[in-house]
Protein backbone atom coordinates (compact mmCIF):
# COMPACT_ATOMS: atom_id res chain seq x y z
CA UNK A 1 0.00 0.00 0.00
CA UNK A 2 2.93 2.43 1.20
CA UNK A 3 4.23 1.91 -2.22
CA UNK A 4 1.08 2.80 -4.41
CA UNK A 5 1.18 6.26 -1.92
CA UNK A 6 5.14 6.39 -3.01
CA UNK A 7 4.20 6.32 -6.91
CA UNK A 8 1.09 8.47 -6.40
CA UNK A 9 3.08 11.47 -4.68
CA UNK A 10 6.09 11.04 -6.82
CA UNK A 11 3.37 11.66 -9.93
CA UNK A 12 2.03 14.40 -7.95
CA UNK A 13 5.55 16.10 -7.76
CA UNK A 14 6.20 15.91 -11.50
CA UNK A 15 3.20 17.49 -12.43
CA UNK A 16 3.75 20.13 -10.49
CA UNK A 17 7.04 20.36 -11.32
CA UNK A 18 5.97 20.68 -15.11
CA UNK A 19 3.63 23.05 -14.62
CA UNK A 20 6.46 25.36 -12.92
CA UNK A 21 9.03 24.69 -15.60
CA UNK A 22 5.65 25.48 -18.14
CA UNK A 23 5.12 29.12 -16.58
CA UNK A 24 9.22 29.63 -16.69
CA UNK A 25 9.28 28.84 -20.35
CA UNK A 26 6.27 30.78 -20.95
CA UNK A 27 7.86 34.10 -18.84
CA UNK A 28 11.20 34.04 -20.82
CA UNK A 29 9.19 33.36 -24.04
CA UNK A 30 6.72 36.48 -23.44
CA UNK A 31 10.17 38.47 -22.82
CA UNK A 32 11.85 37.80 -25.76
CA UNK A 33 8.80 38.51 -27.98
CA UNK A 34 8.55 41.71 -26.62
CA UNK A 35 12.42 42.46 -26.96
CA UNK A 36 12.21 41.20 -30.65
CA UNK A 37 9.46 42.76 -31.67
CA UNK A 38 10.19 44.84 -34.43
CA UNK A 39 13.73 43.13 -35.48
CA UNK A 40 14.70 40.57 -37.93
CA UNK A 41 15.52 37.47 -36.93
CA UNK A 42 18.92 36.62 -35.76
CA UNK A 43 18.87 33.17 -37.85
CA UNK A 44 22.00 32.87 -39.98
CA UNK A 45 21.01 29.70 -42.26
CA UNK A 46 17.47 29.38 -43.38
CA UNK A 47 16.46 25.77 -45.23
CA UNK A 48 14.77 26.63 -47.61
CA UNK A 49 13.89 22.95 -49.14
CA UNK A 50 12.13 22.52 -46.14
CA UNK A 51 10.26 26.11 -45.88
CA UNK A 52 9.13 25.87 -49.15
CA UNK A 53 7.76 22.59 -48.92
CA UNK A 54 4.27 23.73 -48.53
CA UNK A 55 4.48 25.20 -51.51
CA UNK A 56 6.11 22.66 -54.00
CA UNK A 57 3.30 20.15 -52.44
CA UNK A 58 0.04 22.62 -52.67
CA UNK A 59 0.76 25.55 -55.02
CA UNK A 60 -2.49 25.01 -57.19
CA UNK A 61 -5.13 26.50 -55.03
CA UNK A 62 -8.30 27.75 -56.31
CA UNK A 63 -8.44 31.56 -57.42
CA UNK A 64 -5.13 32.10 -58.09
CA UNK A 65 -4.12 34.77 -60.14
CA UNK A 66 -0.65 34.00 -60.43
CA UNK A 67 1.97 31.66 -59.37
CA UNK A 68 5.64 33.83 -59.10
CA UNK A 69 7.83 31.52 -60.97
CA UNK A 70 11.41 30.32 -59.84
CA UNK A 71 13.05 32.59 -62.45
CA UNK A 72 11.50 35.76 -61.13
CA UNK A 73 11.80 34.57 -57.60
CA UNK A 74 15.47 34.43 -57.76
CA UNK A 75 15.83 37.30 -60.47
CA UNK A 76 14.72 39.57 -57.72
CA UNK A 77 16.52 37.34 -54.78
CA UNK A 78 13.10 37.33 -53.10
CA UNK A 79 14.97 34.51 -50.71
CA UNK A 80 16.47 37.44 -48.96
CA UNK A 81 13.12 39.47 -49.37
CA UNK A 82 11.63 36.74 -47.81
CA UNK A 83 14.97 36.45 -44.86
CA UNK A 84 13.76 39.86 -43.92
CA UNK A 85 10.05 39.95 -43.76
CA UNK A 86 10.49 36.55 -42.02
CA UNK A 87 9.32 36.78 -38.53
CA UNK A 88 6.67 34.09 -37.83
CA UNK A 89 7.15 32.33 -34.39
CA UNK A 90 5.87 29.09 -35.47
CA UNK A 91 7.47 26.44 -38.60
CA UNK A 92 3.81 26.44 -40.23
CA UNK A 93 3.69 29.99 -40.14
CA UNK A 94 7.32 30.68 -41.61
CA UNK A 95 6.15 27.96 -44.50
CA UNK A 96 2.81 29.72 -44.73
CA UNK A 97 4.54 33.33 -45.30
CA UNK A 98 6.98 32.21 -48.29
CA UNK A 99 3.91 30.26 -50.14
CA UNK A 100 2.00 34.05 -49.96
CA UNK A 101 4.54 35.78 -51.13
CA UNK A 102 4.53 33.71 -54.24
CA UNK A 103 0.84 33.18 -54.58
CA UNK A 104 -0.81 36.20 -55.78
CA UNK A 105 -4.45 35.56 -55.41
CA UNK A 106 -7.42 38.81 -55.58
CA UNK A 107 -7.74 42.34 -54.27
CA UNK A 108 -10.54 41.42 -51.24
CA UNK A 109 -8.20 38.44 -50.11
CA UNK A 110 -5.01 40.66 -49.71
CA UNK A 111 -7.51 43.99 -47.99
CA UNK A 112 -8.87 41.12 -45.31
CA UNK A 113 -4.84 39.76 -44.67
CA UNK A 114 -3.95 43.49 -44.87
CA UNK A 115 -6.88 44.64 -41.85
CA UNK A 116 -6.11 40.71 -40.34
CA UNK A 117 -2.30 42.05 -39.23
CA UNK A 118 -3.35 45.33 -38.39
CA UNK A 119 -5.30 43.53 -35.57
CA UNK A 120 -1.87 41.91 -34.40
CA UNK A 121 -0.69 45.75 -34.89
CA UNK A 122 -2.46 47.32 -32.52
CA UNK A 123 -3.23 44.81 -30.06
CA UNK A 124 -0.30 43.90 -28.17
CA UNK A 125 -2.26 41.19 -25.93
CA UNK A 126 -3.82 39.39 -28.53
CA UNK A 127 -0.72 38.98 -30.51
CA UNK A 128 1.55 37.88 -27.61
CA UNK A 129 -1.10 35.15 -26.76
CA UNK A 130 -1.54 34.48 -30.34
CA UNK A 131 2.76 34.30 -30.60
CA UNK A 132 2.95 31.96 -26.97
CA UNK A 133 0.61 29.76 -28.66
CA UNK A 134 2.23 29.58 -31.85
CA UNK A 135 5.34 28.93 -30.19
CA UNK A 136 4.84 25.20 -29.58
CA UNK A 137 5.20 24.61 -33.22
CA UNK A 138 8.48 26.12 -33.34
CA UNK A 139 10.39 22.53 -33.41
CA UNK A 140 11.99 21.63 -36.96
CA UNK A 141 9.40 18.60 -36.72
CA UNK A 142 6.61 21.42 -37.32
CA UNK A 143 7.98 21.46 -41.18
CA UNK A 144 6.85 17.83 -41.79
CA UNK A 145 2.60 18.54 -40.86
CA UNK A 146 2.40 19.29 -44.54
CA UNK A 147 3.19 15.67 -45.35
CA UNK A 148 0.64 14.12 -43.81
CA UNK A 149 -2.21 15.86 -46.38
CA UNK A 150 -0.28 15.63 -49.84
CA UNK A 151 -1.79 14.19 -52.89
CA UNK A 152 -0.20 11.43 -52.80
CA UNK A 153 -1.98 7.61 -52.65
CA UNK A 154 -1.99 5.48 -49.33
CA UNK A 155 -0.66 1.85 -50.07
CA UNK A 156 -3.71 0.07 -48.61
CA UNK A 157 -3.26 -3.54 -47.15
CA UNK A 158 -5.02 -6.38 -47.61
CA UNK A 159 -4.14 -8.02 -43.82
CA UNK A 160 -6.52 -5.86 -42.16
CA UNK A 161 -8.65 -9.19 -41.97
CA UNK A 162 -6.02 -10.55 -40.23
CA UNK A 163 -5.23 -8.37 -38.42
CA UNK A 164 -8.46 -7.91 -36.51
CA UNK A 165 -8.60 -12.07 -36.43
CA UNK A 166 -5.39 -12.40 -34.37
CA UNK A 167 -6.58 -10.00 -31.87
CA UNK A 168 -9.68 -11.48 -31.35
CA UNK A 169 -7.95 -14.64 -30.86
CA UNK A 170 -5.30 -13.51 -28.53
CA UNK A 171 -8.24 -11.75 -26.46
CA UNK A 172 -10.31 -14.99 -26.48
CA UNK A 173 -7.47 -16.97 -25.00
CA UNK A 174 -6.77 -14.60 -22.27
CA UNK A 175 -10.50 -14.97 -21.04
CA UNK A 176 -10.54 -18.83 -21.98
CA UNK A 177 -6.99 -19.03 -20.03
CA UNK A 178 -9.17 -18.01 -16.74
CA UNK A 179 -11.83 -21.31 -17.26
CA UNK A 180 -8.94 -23.25 -18.92
CA UNK A 181 -5.78 -21.94 -18.02
CA UNK A 182 -3.97 -24.38 -21.23
CA UNK A 183 -5.81 -21.54 -23.20
CA UNK A 184 -2.83 -19.39 -22.15
CA UNK A 185 -0.31 -21.45 -23.87
CA UNK A 186 -2.50 -20.66 -27.34
CA UNK A 187 -1.57 -16.84 -26.55
CA UNK A 188 2.47 -17.49 -26.79
CA UNK A 189 2.11 -18.30 -31.07
CA UNK A 190 -0.34 -15.60 -31.26
CA UNK A 191 2.13 -12.90 -29.87
CA UNK A 192 5.28 -13.84 -31.87
CA UNK A 193 2.69 -13.97 -35.06
CA UNK A 194 1.42 -10.63 -33.81
CA UNK A 195 5.21 -9.32 -32.59
CA UNK A 196 5.98 -10.10 -36.71
CA UNK A 197 3.77 -7.76 -37.92
CA UNK A 198 3.89 -4.88 -35.29
CA UNK A 199 7.82 -3.96 -36.49
CA UNK A 200 6.97 -4.84 -40.09
CA UNK A 201 3.97 -2.03 -39.70
CA UNK A 202 6.70 -0.03 -38.33
CA UNK A 203 7.92 1.05 -41.67
CA UNK A 204 5.15 2.45 -42.34
CA UNK A 205 4.04 3.91 -39.30
CA UNK A 206 8.00 5.70 -39.54
CA UNK A 207 6.45 7.83 -43.04
CA UNK A 208 3.79 9.76 -40.70
CA UNK A 209 5.95 10.07 -37.64
CA UNK A 210 7.30 13.37 -38.46
CA UNK A 211 3.84 15.33 -39.28
CA UNK A 212 1.53 13.25 -37.24
CA UNK A 213 3.58 14.29 -34.32
CA UNK A 214 2.84 17.42 -34.88
CA UNK A 215 -1.09 17.30 -35.53
CA UNK A 216 -2.62 16.80 -32.08
CA UNK A 217 -0.27 19.98 -31.39
CA UNK A 218 -1.61 21.65 -34.05
CA UNK A 219 -5.17 21.32 -32.86
CA UNK A 220 -4.28 22.92 -29.85
CA UNK A 221 -2.92 25.94 -31.26
CA UNK A 222 -5.35 26.67 -33.38
CA UNK A 223 -8.22 25.69 -30.75
CA UNK A 224 -7.00 28.23 -28.60
CA UNK A 225 -6.20 30.79 -31.47
CA UNK A 226 -10.21 30.73 -32.66
CA UNK A 227 -10.98 31.23 -28.69
CA UNK A 228 -10.67 34.67 -29.80
CA UNK A 229 -14.08 36.76 -30.93
CA UNK A 230 -11.44 38.85 -32.72
CA UNK A 231 -9.42 36.21 -34.69
CA UNK A 232 -12.92 34.39 -34.91
CA UNK A 233 -14.32 37.55 -36.71
CA UNK A 234 -11.62 36.96 -39.89
CA UNK A 235 -13.08 33.37 -40.52
CA UNK A 236 -16.37 31.93 -41.54
CA UNK A 237 -16.13 28.39 -41.09
CA UNK A 238 -13.83 26.18 -38.37
CA UNK A 239 -16.06 22.86 -38.51
CA UNK A 240 -12.66 21.34 -40.21
CA UNK A 241 -11.34 21.74 -36.01
CA UNK A 242 -14.19 19.46 -35.53
CA UNK A 243 -13.34 17.26 -37.98
CA UNK A 244 -9.63 16.65 -37.07
CA UNK A 245 -10.66 16.11 -33.28
CA UNK A 246 -12.13 13.26 -34.25
CA UNK A 247 -9.26 11.19 -36.20
CA UNK A 248 -6.61 12.61 -33.13
CA UNK A 249 -7.45 9.40 -30.55
CA UNK A 250 -6.24 7.41 -33.24
CA UNK A 251 -2.95 9.04 -33.49
CA UNK A 252 -2.09 8.68 -29.90
CA UNK A 253 -0.16 4.93 -31.08
CA UNK A 254 2.00 7.20 -33.37
CA UNK A 255 2.81 10.45 -31.03
CA UNK A 256 3.58 7.98 -28.95
CA UNK A 257 6.32 6.74 -31.11
CA UNK A 258 7.60 10.49 -31.46
CA UNK A 259 7.98 10.35 -27.64
CA UNK A 260 10.08 7.71 -26.82
CA UNK A 261 13.00 10.64 -26.26
CA UNK A 262 11.69 11.86 -23.51
CA UNK A 263 12.46 10.15 -20.14
CA UNK A 264 9.15 9.94 -18.83
CA UNK A 265 7.59 7.94 -21.84
CA UNK A 266 10.27 5.83 -21.72
CA UNK A 267 9.40 4.43 -18.08
CA UNK A 268 6.28 2.98 -19.60
CA UNK A 269 7.10 2.15 -23.12
CA UNK A 270 7.92 -1.22 -22.49
CA UNK A 271 4.64 -2.53 -20.87
CA UNK A 272 2.73 -0.42 -23.82
CA UNK A 273 4.92 -2.36 -26.21
CA UNK A 274 3.47 -5.76 -24.61
CA UNK A 275 -0.06 -5.06 -24.62
CA UNK A 276 -0.01 -3.22 -28.38
CA UNK A 277 2.11 -5.86 -29.39
CA UNK A 278 -0.24 -8.87 -28.10
CA UNK A 279 -3.28 -7.23 -29.31
CA UNK A 280 -2.08 -6.65 -32.84
CA UNK A 281 -3.08 -2.89 -31.79
CA UNK A 282 -0.80 -0.65 -33.84
CA UNK A 283 -1.24 -2.58 -37.56
CA UNK A 284 -5.05 -2.41 -36.93
CA UNK A 285 -5.02 1.39 -35.27
CA UNK A 286 -2.78 2.52 -38.06
CA UNK A 287 -4.72 1.25 -41.35
CA UNK A 288 -7.71 2.80 -39.23
CA UNK A 289 -6.04 6.07 -39.30
CA UNK A 290 -4.91 6.18 -42.67
CA UNK A 291 -8.78 5.94 -43.76
CA UNK A 292 -9.29 8.33 -41.46
CA UNK A 293 -6.49 10.82 -43.09
CA UNK A 294 -7.46 9.88 -46.56
CA UNK A 295 -11.02 11.17 -45.79
CA UNK A 296 -9.83 15.11 -44.15
CA UNK A 297 -7.00 16.13 -45.98
CA UNK A 298 -9.13 18.97 -46.66
CA UNK A 299 -9.95 19.69 -43.02
CA UNK A 300 -6.13 19.13 -42.22
CA UNK A 301 -4.77 21.49 -44.92
CA UNK A 302 -7.12 23.96 -43.33
CA UNK A 303 -5.81 23.76 -40.01
CA UNK A 304 -2.58 24.50 -41.45
CA UNK A 305 -3.87 27.83 -43.56
CA UNK A 306 -5.56 28.83 -40.52
CA UNK A 307 -2.38 28.98 -38.01
CA UNK A 308 0.25 29.79 -40.66
CA UNK A 309 -2.02 32.75 -41.67
CA UNK A 310 -2.32 34.33 -38.50
CA UNK A 311 1.65 33.92 -37.79
CA UNK A 312 2.28 35.43 -41.19
CA UNK A 313 0.01 38.28 -40.52
CA UNK A 314 1.69 38.69 -37.33
CA UNK A 315 5.02 38.79 -38.98
CA UNK A 316 3.97 41.49 -41.08
CA UNK A 317 2.56 43.76 -37.99
CA UNK A 318 6.14 43.25 -36.89
CA UNK A 319 7.72 44.32 -39.89
CA UNK A 320 5.50 47.28 -40.24
CA UNK A 321 6.34 48.34 -36.21
CA UNK A 322 9.78 48.88 -37.11
CA UNK A 323 9.38 50.37 -41.11
CA UNK A 324 7.38 53.66 -40.62
CA UNK A 325 7.88 54.56 -44.62
CA UNK A 326 5.33 51.99 -45.47
CA UNK A 327 2.05 51.97 -46.96
CA UNK A 328 -1.28 49.80 -48.34
CA UNK A 329 -1.21 49.56 -52.65
CA UNK A 330 -3.86 51.32 -54.15
CA UNK A 331 -4.88 49.59 -57.34
CA UNK A 332 -5.91 50.85 -60.51
CA UNK A 333 -7.61 50.18 -63.79
CA UNK A 334 -5.41 52.42 -65.53
CA UNK A 335 -1.91 52.10 -67.36
CA UNK A 336 -0.17 53.90 -65.22
CA UNK A 337 2.34 53.50 -62.40
CA UNK A 338 2.87 56.41 -59.34
CA UNK A 339 5.32 55.55 -56.63
CA UNK A 340 6.59 58.20 -54.57
CA UNK A 341 9.67 57.63 -51.97
CA UNK A 342 9.74 54.02 -52.88
CA UNK A 343 12.79 51.73 -51.68
CA UNK A 344 14.26 48.55 -51.42
CA UNK A 345 14.05 47.26 -47.63
CA UNK A 346 17.17 45.19 -47.97
CA UNK A 347 19.25 48.30 -48.80
CA UNK A 348 20.44 50.24 -45.70
CA UNK A 349 19.47 53.47 -45.43
CA UNK A 350 18.68 53.44 -49.03
CA UNK A 351 17.91 56.61 -51.75
CA UNK A 352 14.06 56.25 -52.29
CA UNK A 353 13.11 57.56 -55.64
CA UNK A 354 9.59 58.54 -57.12
CA UNK A 355 8.43 57.22 -60.37
CA UNK A 356 5.45 58.40 -62.58
CA UNK A 357 4.39 56.44 -65.27
CA UNK A 358 1.50 57.94 -67.05
CA UNK A 359 -0.01 55.21 -70.69
CA UNK A 360 4.30 54.80 -70.73
CA UNK A 361 6.73 52.56 -70.20
CA UNK A 362 9.95 52.79 -68.55
CA UNK A 363 13.73 53.06 -70.17
CA UNK A 364 16.06 53.13 -67.47
CA UNK A 365 19.58 53.79 -68.77
CA UNK A 366 22.73 55.21 -66.90
CA UNK A 367 26.63 54.51 -65.31
CA UNK A 368 28.04 51.45 -64.37
CA UNK A 369 27.19 51.20 -60.41
CA UNK A 370 24.50 53.72 -60.61
CA UNK A 371 21.45 51.79 -59.35
CA UNK A 372 19.68 50.95 -62.66
CA UNK A 373 18.79 47.07 -61.89
CA UNK A 374 18.10 47.65 -58.21
CA UNK A 375 15.52 50.45 -59.09
CA UNK A 376 13.74 47.77 -61.41
CA UNK A 377 13.99 45.36 -58.35
CA UNK A 378 12.39 47.74 -55.73
CA UNK A 379 9.67 48.57 -58.17
CA UNK A 380 9.07 45.37 -58.76
CA UNK A 381 9.60 43.68 -55.16
CA UNK A 382 7.04 46.32 -53.92
CA UNK A 383 4.15 45.56 -56.33
CA UNK A 384 4.45 41.64 -55.51
CA UNK A 385 4.64 42.52 -51.67
CA UNK A 386 1.33 44.76 -52.66
CA UNK A 387 -0.36 42.19 -54.03
CA UNK A 388 0.17 39.22 -51.84
CA UNK A 389 1.07 41.48 -48.25
CA UNK A 390 -0.71 44.46 -49.05
CA UNK A 391 2.36 46.64 -47.99
CA UNK A 392 4.89 48.27 -49.60
CA UNK A 393 8.05 49.92 -48.86
CA UNK A 394 7.47 53.44 -50.31
CA UNK A 395 5.26 56.46 -49.13
CA UNK A 396 2.72 55.60 -52.12
CA UNK A 397 2.10 53.28 -54.43
CA UNK A 398 -0.87 52.80 -56.98
CA UNK A 399 -0.27 50.42 -60.08
CA UNK A 400 -2.82 48.32 -61.89
CA UNK A 401 -3.05 44.54 -60.35
CA UNK A 402 -0.04 42.80 -62.21
CA UNK A 403 1.24 40.02 -62.90
CA UNK A 404 4.83 39.77 -62.78
CA UNK A 405 7.47 38.42 -65.22
CA UNK A 406 11.19 39.55 -65.52
CA UNK A 407 14.52 38.36 -67.53
CA UNK A 408 17.23 40.05 -65.37
CA UNK A 409 19.52 36.72 -63.95
CA UNK A 410 20.07 34.67 -67.22
CA UNK A 411 23.30 32.74 -67.73
CA UNK A 412 24.68 29.53 -69.81
CA UNK A 413 23.66 26.46 -69.18
CA UNK A 414 26.35 24.25 -69.60
CA UNK A 415 24.31 21.19 -68.62
CA UNK A 416 21.99 21.35 -71.68
CA UNK A 417 24.58 23.45 -73.66
CA UNK A 418 22.40 26.13 -73.82
CA UNK A 419 24.29 29.40 -75.05
CA UNK A 420 23.46 33.14 -72.84
CA UNK A 421 21.27 34.57 -75.61
CA UNK A 422 19.47 31.26 -76.57
CA UNK A 423 18.73 30.95 -72.56
CA UNK A 424 17.45 34.30 -72.78
CA UNK A 425 15.69 34.01 -76.01
CA UNK A 426 13.26 31.20 -74.39
CA UNK A 427 13.26 33.49 -71.36
CA UNK A 428 11.35 36.60 -73.48
CA UNK A 429 9.59 33.97 -75.30
CA UNK A 430 7.94 33.39 -72.22
CA UNK A 431 7.11 37.59 -71.42
CA UNK A 432 5.65 37.11 -75.40
CA UNK A 433 3.24 34.64 -74.40
CA UNK A 434 2.18 35.96 -71.29
CA UNK A 435 1.40 40.02 -72.94
CA UNK A 436 -0.87 37.94 -75.70
CA UNK A 437 -3.48 37.29 -72.59
CA UNK A 438 -5.83 39.62 -71.50
CA UNK A 439 -4.15 40.05 -67.61
CA UNK A 440 -2.50 43.46 -67.36
CA UNK A 441 1.07 42.53 -67.06
CA UNK A 442 4.68 43.94 -65.54
CA UNK A 443 8.02 42.78 -67.22
CA UNK A 444 10.99 43.43 -66.05
CA UNK A 445 14.17 43.45 -68.36
CA UNK A 446 17.58 44.41 -67.87
CA UNK A 447 20.42 44.27 -70.03
CA UNK A 448 18.73 42.94 -73.55
CA UNK A 449 20.97 40.40 -75.62
CA UNK A 450 24.08 41.17 -73.84
CA UNK A 451 24.82 38.13 -76.00
CA UNK A 452 24.68 39.06 -79.61
CA UNK A 453 26.36 42.26 -81.33
CA UNK A 454 25.35 45.76 -81.04
CA UNK A 455 23.39 46.30 -84.28
CA UNK A 456 21.49 43.28 -83.70
CA UNK A 457 20.81 43.17 -80.32
CA UNK A 458 19.47 47.16 -80.44
CA UNK A 459 17.17 46.14 -83.29
CA UNK A 460 15.71 43.54 -81.68
CA UNK A 461 15.29 45.18 -78.38
CA UNK A 462 14.09 47.64 -80.01
CA UNK A 463 11.06 45.79 -81.28
CA UNK A 464 10.18 43.58 -78.59
CA UNK A 465 10.04 46.23 -76.02
CA UNK A 466 7.67 47.84 -78.27
CA UNK A 467 5.66 44.75 -78.72
CA UNK A 468 5.75 44.43 -74.94
CA UNK A 469 4.46 47.81 -74.42
CA UNK A 470 0.93 47.23 -75.60
CA UNK A 471 -2.55 46.82 -74.00
CA UNK A 472 -2.23 47.72 -70.35
CA UNK A 473 1.24 46.05 -70.19
CA UNK A 474 3.91 48.17 -68.49
CA UNK A 475 7.55 47.22 -69.22
CA UNK A 476 10.66 48.72 -67.00
CA UNK A 477 13.87 48.31 -68.79
CA UNK A 478 17.47 48.84 -67.78
CA UNK A 479 20.15 49.37 -70.65
CA UNK A 480 23.38 50.97 -71.75
CA UNK A 481 22.36 51.16 -75.13
CA UNK A 482 21.75 54.46 -75.62
CA UNK A 483 20.75 53.54 -79.35
CA UNK A 484 17.25 52.50 -77.73
CA UNK A 485 16.33 56.14 -76.41
CA UNK A 486 15.82 57.65 -79.58
CA UNK A 487 14.23 54.49 -81.06
CA UNK A 488 11.90 54.00 -77.94
CA UNK A 489 10.81 57.65 -77.60
CA UNK A 490 8.24 57.36 -80.11
CA UNK A 491 6.85 54.29 -78.67
CA UNK A 492 5.72 55.50 -75.69
CA UNK A 493 8.84 55.09 -73.20
CA UNK A 494 9.60 57.37 -70.69
CA UNK A 495 13.57 57.87 -70.69
CA UNK A 496 15.10 57.97 -66.99
CA UNK A 497 17.99 57.43 -66.09
CA UNK A 498 21.04 57.58 -63.41
CA UNK A 499 24.12 59.12 -63.07
CA UNK A 500 27.14 60.39 -60.86
CA UNK A 501 29.40 63.15 -60.41
CA UNK A 502 33.57 62.72 -59.72
CA UNK A 503 35.00 64.59 -56.90
CA UNK A 504 38.90 64.38 -55.84
CA UNK A 505 39.12 61.27 -57.93
CA UNK A 506 36.40 59.41 -56.89
CA UNK A 507 32.78 58.53 -58.40
CA UNK A 508 30.09 59.54 -56.13
CA UNK A 509 26.02 58.36 -56.63
CA UNK A 510 23.47 60.29 -55.86
CA UNK A 511 21.21 57.16 -57.15
CA UNK A 512 18.57 59.82 -57.77
CA UNK A 513 16.41 58.61 -60.59
CA UNK A 514 16.49 61.47 -63.28
CA UNK A 515 14.12 62.39 -66.21
CA UNK A 516 15.73 62.06 -69.09
CA UNK A 517 19.26 60.37 -70.64
CA UNK A 518 22.35 60.34 -69.42
CA UNK A 519 25.21 63.05 -71.15
CA UNK A 520 28.13 60.70 -70.52
CA UNK A 521 29.49 56.90 -69.10
CA UNK A 522 31.52 56.54 -66.72
CA UNK A 523 33.67 53.58 -68.03
CA UNK A 524 36.57 54.97 -68.92
CA UNK A 525 36.98 56.58 -65.97
CA UNK A 526 36.57 54.31 -63.67
CA UNK A 527 39.66 52.38 -65.71
CA UNK A 528 41.77 55.69 -65.09
CA UNK A 529 41.10 56.01 -61.38
CA UNK A 530 41.87 52.28 -61.10
CA UNK A 531 45.56 53.15 -62.76
CA UNK A 532 45.17 51.66 -66.41
CA UNK A 533 48.41 52.57 -67.97
CA UNK A 534 47.94 56.12 -69.84
CA UNK A 535 48.05 54.91 -73.51
CA UNK A 536 44.81 52.79 -72.62
CA UNK A 537 43.08 55.43 -71.51
CA UNK A 538 43.85 57.90 -74.31
CA UNK A 539 43.35 55.47 -76.57
CA UNK A 540 39.87 54.58 -75.02
CA UNK A 541 39.05 58.77 -75.04
CA UNK A 542 40.06 58.44 -78.90
CA UNK A 543 37.76 55.62 -80.13
CA UNK A 544 35.04 56.99 -78.24
CA UNK A 545 34.77 60.40 -80.03
CA UNK A 546 35.01 58.33 -83.72
CA UNK A 547 31.94 56.25 -82.17
CA UNK A 548 30.40 58.98 -81.17
CA UNK A 549 31.08 61.02 -84.60
CA UNK A 550 30.20 57.53 -86.47
CA UNK A 551 26.76 57.01 -84.28
CA UNK A 552 24.66 60.35 -85.60
CA UNK A 553 20.90 60.36 -86.68
CA UNK A 554 21.81 58.43 -89.91
CA UNK A 555 23.13 55.17 -88.01
CA UNK A 556 20.30 55.17 -85.85
CA UNK A 557 17.46 55.23 -88.74
CA UNK A 558 19.56 52.51 -90.36
CA UNK A 559 19.00 50.39 -87.32
CA UNK A 560 15.36 51.39 -87.40
CA UNK A 561 15.03 50.10 -90.89
CA UNK A 562 16.67 46.83 -89.86
CA UNK A 563 13.74 46.76 -87.16
Not at 427 to 453: M, P, Q, V, W, Y
Request: with cysteine.
Amino acid sequence: MNWILALVLVLIIMYLVSIQLKKVRNKSTRKSLLENWGKPKNDKYLDFNLINQFFKNHKSPKNVFQIISDNTWEDLDMNEIFRFLDRTTSKIGQQYLYYKLRIITNIPDINRFGKLTDLFKSDQSLRIKSQLELSKLSSNKAYYFEEIFRSKDVEKSGKIWLFRFLSLAAISSIILSFIYPTWFLVLIPIFFVNLVFHYKNKSSIQLYLNGVGQLATSYRVAKRLSSSEKIRSFYKDFSYLKNVKSILSKIRFIEWEKKLDSEYALLFWFISEIIKITFNLEPILFYSFQKSLENKKSDLKDLFLFIGEIDAAISCASVQSNNSNYCKPNFINKKEVFAEEVYHPLIENCIANNLNLENKSLLLTGSNMSGKTTFIRTCSINVILGQTLNFCFAKKLETPFFKIYSSIRISDDLISNTSYYLEEVVRIKELIDASKKGDSCLFILDELFKGTNTVERIAAGKSILSYLNKKNHIVMVSTHDLELTELLKQENFDLYHFSETIENDQLLFDHKIKPGKPKSGNAIKILELYDYPFEIIEDSKSSRKITLANNDSSQITGIAGKV
